[in-house]
């Protein structure tokens, strides 16, 4: 698991991220196991970079080598031996150099690591890959000199997914620059067309400048995601900045999975509320820091309205009402299997969310489900639904 919090004073932005990975890689490894002989993890800028423990408890590759390591283990009771791989590749030399005490840390996996960048590397990534392997993507740049165009071949790779962390607060500042090596870069980034466009146009009503520019940048990148890499759905978690109320970056999953959709999403609520505590704690401190009234601002944390419910209890009715405007209406019907995941793609909640929000909807007559059978409390994928 994750360590503790304390080991991210000052950097509480990574903590959100660690979390995400690491919660992730554990019921992922879990799932994909069973259908799959190995996992491979790929990290295309490994570091380690502010690391404080020694074991690399507090980077992105350890925390992930040792989620697959449990998860491994796990597998190994259940009688099936899991192959786990890795792949990290570092472009400085010092950070790649203290890199390589990592194999001892982690036995049970077969590491190899790549000097240089990620971007010259991503062909042999591809190759030394094996083809029997799921394969798991992490992408956490420094910025957003990526050529998206150059790494397609290993976003497509079958049997894939990816974590992309995009580095929304640098690429708002400079966007609309009109400087030709930052539009280049930027192109290669976002090669989704008609995005510059967009965002000079007007937000639309009850929507404010700062989201919509937002909004247009991740949906931006999410279509390159999806067009480069081939994947059906890609979905996104915002970290903001720990003592400010506003977005330092967004992990984007890709999947062609229904399964990894929804195991984001679980993943993702869990860390919006790990993000929730992290950054009471990060502004507490700083209030503190600066007041000396520490007992004062401790006994105040449990106090303070956690906005995370405001903002999921919206995602939730977000969901009601997606789920009503994709169901047809009588006498058209849909499968079930086809509408929950397309709510899940549009809104932050669960699978076990959306299916409550069906049967509420059934219990009120919004909703048909003509083959709901008796005792059932949520429907099942095959039951055909309209709205009457």
Known sequence: MIGDLGRYAGREQAYVKHFLLGEYLEIFAHKIGSAYPEIAYVDGFSGPWQNTGEAFEDTSFGIALAALTRAKATWKGLGRDLKVSAYLVEKNPAAYANLQSVRTLFPGVEIKTYPGSFIERAPELLKDIPARAFAFLFIDPKGWAIDMQRIAPLLKRPNSEVVFNFMFDFINRFAELQKPQVTASLDRLLVAPGWRAQLAASPDAGVSQADHRKAVLVEAFAATLRSLGGYAHVAETTVLRPTQDRPLYSLVCGTRSVTGLEVFRDCQIKALRAQSQARGVAKLNAVAASSRQN??????????????????????????????????????????????????????????????????????????????????????????????
């Open 295 to 388: 007992e004062l601002f401790g006994s105040l944390s449990d106090m303070m309205p956690d906005p995370t419910d405001q903002f999921l209890e919206d995602e939730h009715r977000a969901a009601g009402e997606a789920l009503l405007n994709l169901v047809p209406a009588t006498p058209t019907a849909v499968r079930w299997a086809e509408v929950w995941p397309q709510v899940l793609a549009r809104a932050i909640v669960t699978h076990a969310q959306v299916n409550a929000l069906a049967a509420d909807l059934r219990k009120s007559g919004a909703l048909a489900f003509p083959g709901w059978e008796a005792r059932k409390r949520v429907p099942d994928d095959s039951y055909l639904v309209s709205r009457p």
